[in-house]
């Protein structure tokens, strides 16, 4: 027998194995193909060259709020379509695929919560909406969460990313930016805190209202931030544009932004930053809040009524509906 003839084996056919599509993204910087767990765990930005990666509402309202503290508001908010508007296909359609891929009912997102211990009121916009475009909705939320933010006499935080007015509501898009202006100016007046966050990108209307308008401005690193898109500024002007136009950076350098902060310090330096305008001692957090029974002590809902019950807060309770409201579809 011949002992060296070995037999002839097949190659198994066996389950071939696929690896799911979304365990690895790419860095739209230095191009590095990331592991998308660690990616989550380092809160989307790139290991290897600090870009920030764009993350939707949910996610900074994780990143931002204490766990479970945070309160929706106004859920059922829907844009009403006044115009009957249809370009490639009907806004109504465009609405509702939008809402299923974003998950909410419109760009931005609103509620109460604790930013390490302290009571606020915070309104995310998520830029997979419409590309986080400003319609009557988006407006209105906004002036609802400053609204809140008086009433409660809490911090308002405002995290931006934006496209800018949705074309589809026509002016009544572009309005959303006189009354979001005006709530902000009664926070103003009321002395209560307005941080803003500027995420990439922020642009048109957004910029030109509320983002633009904190006590506190802060951007991410390399967001873009702007009124009008570059191309179309070197056209009017017909100059060429700066390196690094329009960027955070750029708008530091230039006065337009207070501090860029990295995603992963961002719950931190507002934390500190309202400790700081709330004349909480720094550092202290979630008892801190107790220790000071005036104004703070209200905040949080354990000192009773307000200490100073403001006239505006008065005022805002009995007309929640200064702007009409376009919900309700
Ligand atoms: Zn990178």
Same mark, same amino acid.
């Given at each position: 027998?011949a002992?060296?003839?070995?037999?002839?084996?097949?190659?198994?056919? %066996?389950?071939?194995?696929?690896?799911?599509?979304?365990?690895?993204?790419?860095?739209?910087e230095?191009?590095? *193909?990331?592991?998308?767990?660690? @990616?989550a765990?380092?809160?989307?930005?790139?290991p290897?060259?600090?870009?920030?990666l764009?993350?939707? #509402?949910?996610?900074?309202?994780?990143?931002l709020?204490?766990?479970?503290?945070?309160?929706?508001?106004?859920?059922? @908010?829907?844009?009403?379509?006044p115009?009957?508007?249809?370009?490639?296909?009907?806004y109504?359609a465009?609405?509702?695929?939008a809402?299923?891929?974003?998950?909410?009912?419109?760009?931005?997102?609103?509620?109460?919560?604790?930013?390490? %211990?302290?009571?606020?009121?915070?309104a995310?916009?998520?830029?997979?909406?419409?590309?986080?475009?400003? %319609?009557?909705?988006?407006g209105?939320?906004?002036?609802r969460?400053?609204?809140?933010?008086?009433?409660r006499?809490?911090?308002?935080?405002?995290v931006?990313?934006?496209?800018? #007015?949705?074309?589809q509501?026509?002016?009544?898009?572009?309005?959303?930016?006189?009354?979001?202006?005006?709530v902000?100016?009664?926070?103003?007046?009321?002395? *209560?805190?307005? =941080?803003?966050?500027?995420?990439?990108?922020?642009?048109?209307?957004v910029?030109?209202?509320?983002?633009?308008?904190?006590?506190?401005?802060? #951007?991410?690193?390399g967001?873009?931030?702007?009124?009008?898109?570059?191309? =179309?500024?070197?056209?009017t +002007?017909?100059?060429? @544009?700066?390196?690094?136009?329009?960027?955070?950076e750029?708008?530091? &350098?230039?006065?337009?932004?207070?501090? +860029?902060?990295?995603?992963?310090?961002?719950?931190a330096?507002?934390?500190?930053?309202?400790?700081?305008m @709330?004349?909480?001692?720094?550092?202290?957090?979630?008892? #801190?809040?107790d220790?000071?029974p005036a104004?703070?002590?209200?905040?949080?809902?354990n000192?009773g009524?307000p200490?100073?019950?403001s006239?505006?807060?008065? &005022?805002?309770e009995?007309?929640?509906g200064?702007?009409?409201?376009?919900?309700?579809?």
């Amino acid at each position: 027998m011949a002992w060296f003839r070995k037999p002839k084996q097949k190659l198994q056919k %066996g389950d071939r194995r696929e690896l799911p599509s979304d365990v690895f993204e790419k860095c739209g910087e230095c191009a590095e *193909i990331l592991y998308r767990e660690r @990616l989550a765990k380092n809160l989307y930005v790139c290991p290897s060259c600090g870009h920030h990666l764009r993350i939707g #509402a949910d996610a900074y309202v994780r990143i931002l709020a204490d766990e479970d503290s945070f309160q929706e508001m106004d859920v059922g @908010l829907r844009s009403a379509d006044p115009l009957g508007f249809v370009d490639l296909k009907p806004y109504v359609a465009r609405l509702e695929a939008a809402e299923k891929k974003a998950r909410h009912g419109d760009a931005v997102l609103t509620g109460t919560a604790a930013l390490e %211990g302290i009571p606020v009121v915070l309104a995310v916009m998520d830029f997979s909406f419409i590309g986080g475009s400003m %319609g009557s909705v988006v407006g209105e939320k906004i002036a609802r969460a400053a609204r809140a933010a008086l009433e409660r006499r809490a911090p308002l935080i405002v995290v931006s990313a934006s496209g800018g #007015a949705r074309m589809q509501e026509g002016i009544l898009s572009l309005m959303q930016m006189a009354k979001t202006s005006a709530v902000l100016a009664r926070l103003h007046e009321e002395s *209560i805190p307005y =941080v803003s966050v500027l995420t990439d990108p922020t642009t048109g209307g957004v910029t030109a209202s509320f983002a633009m308008l904190g006590d506190a401005i802060l #951007a991410e690193p390399g967001a873009l931030i702007g009124f009008a898109g570059p191309r =179309v500024i070197e056209q009017t +002007i017909k100059q060429e @544009l700066p390196e690094g136009f329009q960027r955070s950076e750029f708008l530091l &350098e230039h006065g337009m932004v207070d501090q +860029i902060v990295d995603r992963r310090e961002l719950r931190a330096e507002i934390g500190r930053l309202l400790r700081h305008m @709330l004349g909480l001692p720094a550092g202290a957090i979630g008892a #801190a809040v107790d220790a000071f029974p005036a104004d703070v002590g209200a905040l949080a809902g354990n000192g009773g009524p307000p200490a100073r019950p403001s006239q505006a807060a008065k &005022e805002a309770e009995g007309r929640t509906g200064v702007a009409p409201s376009r919900s309700g579809r």
